[in-house]
């Protein structure tokens, strides 16, 4: 039971727990950057400063009773735990680049996180279930100023926060939401719905970032510019703009439902089969069956699985946890094999 | 419970039992081609002649004891429960079309099936699972010698049996084999096996007779021409080529298994998967798929599954069984479903 014990020790709360909307909304996410007055941004900084942000920031951070947090020195880290890290998104690719004074602090539950040193001095992020950007946003806006009373943050009058990257200026807020929108990619509505949401000035992305491809039918919306925005505007247009998505891929999956019924069926009770069943699987295919198998349990198509594992495993099959969860580095021929027995494990669970 | 019981009612013995050699040979057949000597053959004979040919051939089938069977009318027989039995091969698609006083004698496992009236007045027909010719033709000489103590059959002592079509003119014996060739056919040496085999006076069929194509990777293997031989001359040919065949098949199976390990078991255990979660499925698919999980079986690497029952099935999933099994006549698209509800149903008894 060596394996059943490792994923278990490695399941992700934030996508496998319950919240609203969490058949077309995987996660909801707040961040927040911010910077101290009086060290110069990360990317100009030298060692003494980062050490300082680094003892600062820490020092809030732990005086806080809000939430308890551990912290990760990310030099300690192997490179292979740091890719967990990102493919969880807990921190970001930029953070777990080599570099000086970099660390996150972490709640047992992955919710709250704060990096420090990243692109910013200071970013901190609540990641939840379903769709509940209001009360991620809640808690973010608490943190922050709890963290604002023992530290000196670089704020003008005029701009707002200032941050390291002008896109970030203003609120320093990013807001965003992880859709599985499977039925709109299918009828390929999804291009101009895409086009539209652009137009309101939200970014869309894959799973994994910019530049990252749509694998999985999984996109994040987020905001695209912080400045002459409040926060809750930022908010209340994602929001309105997501309900607006939701209640398309609920139209087109019920439309999908009647029009093809048969093959929709045949082609999630398939991939459910071939996700138990194959020896060897990449994580392409392997995103592409549980994005099948995730609609097929939203439908009430396939009783016996729980939807949330699906939304679960598609970061557990990424490699970097395929090699984590097994405890060993694999080459890729190995990681398929493994990504299929982690998949038929956790299916069993 | 329904469909299971339908499905147990409709097992398939000669393929189902077990046999020697099974992994590759399905089954052997020995039939023999007879004819009356005081009546026309078939083709040329009118009703009343046709008759007297039935009456007298059931006398002589119910009057020996050897082994018990019971008779079938044609004419009374629904089109579909024809089917099934073309499908079983119990009889040949000419006796099941329209057409004056034909039947067939059965036993209760199907092993011994006497036809009347077919291209030849009768044909006696031995069929078992597994490899065993010598033993099939040991109970077809003495069942025919049996039904000859009564009959006048056609005989010259220049030309053997006499029969309606030349080709089996002599001995009116014809012994084929099914053999299950996945692996060579994959590696395409099958065809230069299947000239070696022509030019020693051997025909290749698929698994449903002339111009059926070769589904499911299985191959009929039968002799061509009877005259001139004896009939331990034509079963020791057709042996020693089946067991060169059986011979260069074990030996790609394991080169296979060596080289393409990982493939091998993957394509395997996806196609069980794919069996055990379609929601439809064509015959195509079914024999394709059933073909590679046998070979999984043989080969050891699916302990889960018997092999027999995956031979059983290339039969149980052929259209008319499928709607016998159901109970009711369905379109191609039920059919489908039910295909896969059915194989199932089976893989779970």
Redo the contacts between chains.
Sequence with gaps: MGLEDSIARNLIHWVSGKGPEDDIVLSSRIRLARNLSKYSFPNKAGKEDKKKVRKAVAEAVLSQNTVKLHYINLADLPELEREVLIEKHLISPLLAQKGMEKGVFLDDNEKVSVMINEEDHIRIQILSPGFQLDENWKMADEFDDVLEKNLDYSFSEKWGYLTSCPTNVGTGLRASVMLHLPVLSLTNNIKKMLEAVSKLGLAVRGIYGEGSEVAGNIYQISNQVTLGHSEIDIIDNLESVTEKIIEQERKARESLLQEKS?EL??T???S?????????ISSEEALRLLSNVKLGSDLGLLKQVDRRVMSELMILIRPAHVQKIHGQELNT?ERD?KRAELIQTRLKM
């Design positions: 048969i069926r045949d999630i009770s398939r459910y089969g071939t996700l138990k069943y194959a020896y060897r021929i094999i």
